[in-house]
Each structure stands twice: as structure tokens, then as C-alpha cells.
């Protein structure tokens, strides 16, 4: 029985907690959240110059080689600061798509950038406050050119290139062109940056095979899942362990508020659920890294306990800490505002429960 | 990441399964034979002679030193032999509160006579002990016990009642917390023996629970007298000695076996109508589905990163402290949703497959909930020793036990 992480990615995973415990301080998410920078330039550098984009990008694409499950307690730890940083849509989801479906001129132009860091990738499905479904998605490509438009985009700004969910299938396009039109949105997370994007007859090639496209996305969203499973991990833990520490300091009617029971068993509920989340995501990364056929259902779990953990212990954080938690001022908001971004970005629980037993029923099907 | 076994651990698997083909019966449908096991009249006879075998080759208790017929093993080959031997067709139970908790009490306080003349009828299954702690008025707050032990010569005589006594009715042995001094503080007046169930004055009377089932009994002594050559640990040390029990108490908690799940779920889903199709094609049905696949798998994987701390001869975290708290609700609710897709029908027995099943899940999570630790109790022990928030602040805790309302 090996069910854990090894002695050196471990060590991987201290390393890149020591960074960020240094240099992205809740300070810096507060100041992108306040500002108008696209993201924290010096986290991302120094995220890059430790490698982590290019953690699972194959050596002879420019990365490190490593496996998911370096990537997955990179992921953790990214997640536990909420940092500012084009982590979740360039070293996932673009970098992801890419390994999946791309050509291998696609992937030789853009992996050693995206591990270098000098382009950014993001992955645009949305459009509007709809799921996206075949029967309504509008963006549509032809010719070698995209019409349509995408929002909210995460990172769009900031991108260098972005797949794209067209009608008939994924396409790569170039946003530093004259056919594209980025505008900025604003979202609940003004941490992580959105815009929106229009496309009128830009340049693109597609990715994958024409009408393979929501097959490729399913795919891909099932490593996204596991990745963003361990970010949000971190993130309820991170969320948990501010709502102890306040309730270790917080005095009322004589006495530290974290020694009610009303309290305790809140924060009790919390370690439970991230307990949960964190097993199945554990599997998730194992089936990730051996390319196990229980990933899919895997990735679903962990999806589902991941999300739950993490908007449970990000708003019970804003509830133990009472009024003040519920100001700009305090910290608490940050993990509230990641952990529905998070939750919404590659489906949400309704849709990935449907999912799970959807994959449920094939499996007993198999058996 | 694997789930495989170490090559030291596979060798063991591998004798393990020899030597149970050759012994026992292997299972062909786990879960019915799960409950036909349950309904045989000499289950305990049965299960004696079992535990004999078991004893005799070395696989019954192997953590335990080699003097106490163990095998000075680390707890990872325990668990693999436990793994193999679920697989198998063999009656189980009754030993795990003797040999998991009263057995290591007596090793930490009896002499090596007592030990000698003790240990191994247990391990062998010839003795069968029980553990006399809940009172009716010290359920959670078992220190709060009102059981007298007094001194009498050279003998103590223990007067009072206990309650919740898991196989009292056929235990042999019990090891018993008594108050001996109720004019200091509840936890500091205490003090643990043990004793026969045989001794005089000693009365057991079964109770009947709300699912028709009699585990548990209420324990009465009346002038019950012991010598003084039974106490376990000092006088007034009594706490300290219930604290050793109850951490054995805390290794020896595991999930419930052979109860119904996601599979069984699925099938009555599968097969029943709901709405205009069958019921697994509703929405909510397919989310509450998904919520206690995410929790089973959850438990299972969270039990395999305790086992890879064992494997690897490190000290498990405290994980697996969330396996009773999320286990016993869903236990309930799970029954109590199955009956639900079933309609009216669903508070009949045995019109469909598995319905007495989750019937039995459904009342049975009622007291699961209650057993071992409630879950508030064990939501206390997460903040507290996990979380390091504070203890509760005890009002009792200072004042003299007589003093107490």
C-alpha cells in the first residue's frame, strides 16, 4: 500500500510553500484584487523560474518531465495562497489541451513557451450565463477563421493564445490579432482577472479533429478536475485552519468562541469534508499519473468532494469570524470569492454528479 | 502511487490465503452470506472454535509480543490477514472488545501471573470478556459513573449498575470502572478492576433495541465482592486506566462490513419506477447517488492512506478520526432515502430485494450513530485533538463528586 506522495515530491511541495508563504502574502492577492494588474507579475516569475509550468510538460517540449502528481501538489499549495497567478487556465487547462489533442506542431511551438512562461494560454468555453451545450454554442469556425464571442475568459487579457469551444469542434487562436476584441468583465473574483472576447474572422487552426470537440473537452476536464481538485484543497484548508486560529483568539460571553460546540463542530464539519476531498483527489492523481481507467469516475469524485469542501470551509470562515469577516478589510474573502470561481469554471457539482453517475451506470454496464 | 502490497507484505498475503483455503470456506456472495452467518444458532460455539485456529497458527492477535502468542508483527500484516479472512466464510465479532481493548488494559496492569492465567484463554477464545464502563447516568461523560467499589479487609464490594455492555450475556470476564472515593473530584476518585461475570451478585439482563436485535445488556452487582489482588492499576488512578482501554478503543473502530451500498442503491434504483421511467433517471435521486459514492469511496481511500502510514511503519494521521462521523449518518440517510424510492411500499419488509436490508440500515444508523463515541462526542475529539481548539470548559470538574447535583 503506497497511497501517498513520495519523499521528493513532498519536498517539491515544501518548496513551493516556502515561496509563497514569501512572496505572495494575502497582501498581493489584495492588491490584485484592488488593482488593475492582470495578475501578480513576481508570483508568476518566481512560479516560473521554479518550473512549475512546466512540471508535467515532457522534456523534449522544453519541461521538466515530471509526473501529474508533481503538478497536483504544485496545484495544492497554489490553491492554499489563492494566488493571483494564470495557474488554473495556462498551466492546466492550455497546457492540458494542448498534451491532449494537439499536433505535434502545435505542441512544439507552444509547450516550451508555456513552461518557459513567456505565453500564456486559456481555455475559452463560455458564452454568457449558460452552461455551454452543443445546442447553444454559436461560436463557429470555418476556413481557418473564428466568428463568436467568449465570456467570461479567465486570463483573456492577459493571454497569449486561447482554445476555444467552437460549435464544430476546439481551435487555437492567437489573441494579438486585428480579429479579436478583449474587453475587460467584471466577476466575483476581481483577484483572477475575466474579459471578454470577440472573434470576427481571426486566424485559427483547430485543435484535435474536427467534431471531436466536446469528446476532447470532456477529457480534458477530467485532468482539469483533479488539478483543480487539489487546489481547492488547499484552499479549504487554508480557509479552515483562519477560521481555527480566529476562533483560538476570539473571546466572547468570557471565553475563546472556539471552545462552543456550535463552533467546534463547524469547524469539526469543515476537516471532515476536506478529509474527503483530499483522499479522492489522492485517487484522482493516481489514476491521473498511472492512466488508470477509473479516471473518470475518479475525477468526478474528487470534483464533487473538492468543491463542496471548499465552499463550505470558505464561508463558514466568513461565519466564525462574524461581522468583521464580512468587511473588505479582512481576509476571508478571498477564499470565498476562489472557491466559486473554481467551482464554476470546468461545470459545476449539479453538473458533475450527473456525470459521476452517468459513469457509474457504464461501469456497471462493463462489469 | 499504488495499492500494491510491499514484497514482504505479498509473501504474508500469499501464506495468508494458503493456509485460509485449507482452513475455511471461501465466499461466494459476500453480502448474503454476511447475513446468513448472522441468523445461525451456534454462531458463538462456532466462532470459538474459529478463534482456536486462528490462535494456533499465530494470526489472532499479531501484534501482540511473542510471549502473549502474537508475533511481535507490525499492525500492516494484522490488517492484510483481515483483509484475506473477510473473503472467507468465518464467524467474527465476538472477541474484538476483549482482545482490542480489556486484553491490552490487563497487560498494562496485571501481574505476570494474572497475565499467564488470562491471556492466552482469550486469545484462544476459551474466555470472552466484556468491558463494564457506561452507566445510565455516565453515557458520553463516562468519569460521571456512580458504580461503588469499597474496601472491605482485604477485598473491594462493588455495588451499582451498568449499561450498554456489548456480550455481556455470554462473556466470561468483564473489566469493570467503580468510583472509590466520591469525596474528590469525578475523574480523580475512580478505580478500574476486573472481575468473572460468574462472581455472585453479578446479574445480566439483555436489552431489547429499537431493531428488535439484543447486542447490549444492563449490568447489575449487588455486594459483589473481589479481592483486591483484581484491581487494575492504583487506587484513585481509575481514569488513567480507562484512557488505555479507550484508545485501543479508537484503533479497534472500523468501518461496519457487509452492509448495503452505492451497488445496492443503484439496483433498486434501477428497478424501481419513479416519476415516468425508473428512479435512477431522476435528478435528485442521481445527486444523492453521487453524494454517498463520494463518501464510501471517500472513507475506503481514506482508510488506505491510514494503511500506507502502517506499511510504511510510520504513526497514521488523524484521518481516519472522520470514518464514524461521515459512516453512521449516511448509514441512516441512505436507508431511509432507499425506502423512500419504494413509495408507500417502502416501510413494508421483504417485498423487493435488499428492502429489509436498507430498513435494517435505516434503524440500525440510529444507533451506530450513538455507539463507540456519538457523533458530537467525535466531532468534540476533531476540533479538540486535531484542530487544537480548546476543550470544554467543565463545571464539574473541580468540584468533589458528592458535592456534584
Known sequence: ?367 | MDFNDTPEEAAFRKEVRTWLDANATRKSDDKAAFRARNDDPNLLAKAKAWQAKKAEAGYARMTWPKAFGGRGASPILQVIYQQEESNYLVPLGFFDIGLGMCIPTMMAYASPEQLNRYVKPALHGEEIWCQLFSEPAAGSDVAGIRTRAEKDGDDWVINGQKVWTSGAHYCDYGIVITRTDPSVPKHQGLTMFFLSMKTPGVEVRPIKQISGGANFNEVFFTDVRIPDSQRLGKVGEGWKAALTTLMNERLAVGLPSGGLDIDELMELARDTDLDDGPAIRNQQVRGKIADWYVQQQGLKLTRYRTLTALSKGQTPGPESSIIKIVAAPKMQDMGAFAMEIMGQGGIMKEQVPHAAGFQAQWIGGAGFRIAGGTDEILRNIVAERVLGLPSDVRVDKDIPFNKMK
Open chain 1, 1 to 367: 500500500m503506497n497511497f501517498d506522495f513520495s519523499d521528493d515530491q513532498k519536498l517539491l511541495k515544501e518548496q513551493i510553500a516556502k515561496f509563497l508563504t514569501d512572496k505572495c502574502p494575502v497582501k498581493v492577492v489584495r492588491r490584485v484584487l484592488d488593482g488593475n494588474e492582470a495578475f501578480a507579475g513576481e508570483v508568476w516569475q518566481g512560479l516560473v523560474d521554479l518550473g512549475v509550468p512546466g512540471i508535467a510538460i515532457p522534456e523534449e517540449y522544453g519541461g521538466l518531465g515530471l509526473s501529474p502528481l508533481e503538478l497536483c501538489v504544485a496545484a495544492e499549495e497554489i490553491g492554499r495562497a489563492a494566488a493571483p497567478v494564470p495557474f488554473d487556465t495556462s498551466v492546466v487547462l492550455a497546457t492540458e489541451a494542448l498534451k491532449l489533442a494537439g499536433s505535434d506542431a502545435q505542441k512544439k511551438k507552444w509547450l516550451p513557451l508555456l513552461a518557459s512562461g513567456k505565453a500564456i494560454g486559456t481555455l475559452a468555453t463560455a458564452e454568457g450565463a449558460q452552461t455551454p451545450r452543443p445546442s447553444n454554442v454559436r461560436t463557429l469556425f470555418g476556413g481557418g477563421r473564428l466568428n463568436g464571442k467568449k465570456v467570461p475568459v479567465a486570463d483573456g487579457a492577459a493571454a497569449t493564445f486561447a482554445i476555444v469551444l467552437a460549435k464544430n469542434g476546439l481551435v487555437l487562436v492567437e489573441l494579438d490579432q486585428k480579429g479579436v476584441t478583449r474587453t475587460p468583465v467584471e466577476t466575483i473574483d476581481p483577484a483572477r482577472k475575466h474579459c471578454e472576447i470577440t472573434f470576427t474572422d481571426a486566424a485559427a487552426e483547430p485543435l484535435g479533429a474536427e467534431g471531436e470537440g466536446w469528446r476532447l473537452l470532456e477529457r480534458l476536464y477530467d485532468a482539469a478536475a483533479v488539478y483543480f481538485a487539489f487546489a481547492q484543497v488547499g484552499g479549504a484548508e487554508a480557509a479552515m485552519y483562519m477560521a481555527r486560529d480566529y476562533a483560538l483568539q476570539r473571546q466572547a460571553f468570557g471565553r475563546a468562541i472556539g471552545s462552543y460546540q456550535a463552533i467546534k463542530h463547524k469547524l469539526a464539519d469543515c476537516y471532515v469534508k476536506l478529509e474527503l476531498a483530499r483522499s479522492n483527489a489522492y485517487y484522482g492523481a493516481m489514476m491521473l499519473s498511472d492512466g488508470g481507467a477509473d479516471l473518470p469516475l475518479a475525477a468526478a469524485a474528487a470534483r464533487i468532494a473538492a468543491t463542496e469542501a471548499y465552499d463550505f470551509a470558505s464561508k463558514e470562515n466568513i461565519q466564525t469570524h462574524g461581522g468583521i469577516g464580512f468587511t473588505w478589510e479582512a481576509d476571508t474573502q478571498f477564499h470565498l470569492r476562489r472557491a466559486r470561481v473554481l467551482a464554476l469554471s470546468i461545470g459545476g457539482p449539479m453538473a458533475w454528479k450527473d456525470k459521476l453517475v452517468n459513469r457509474l451506470e457504464q461501469k456497471n454496464v462493463m462489469a
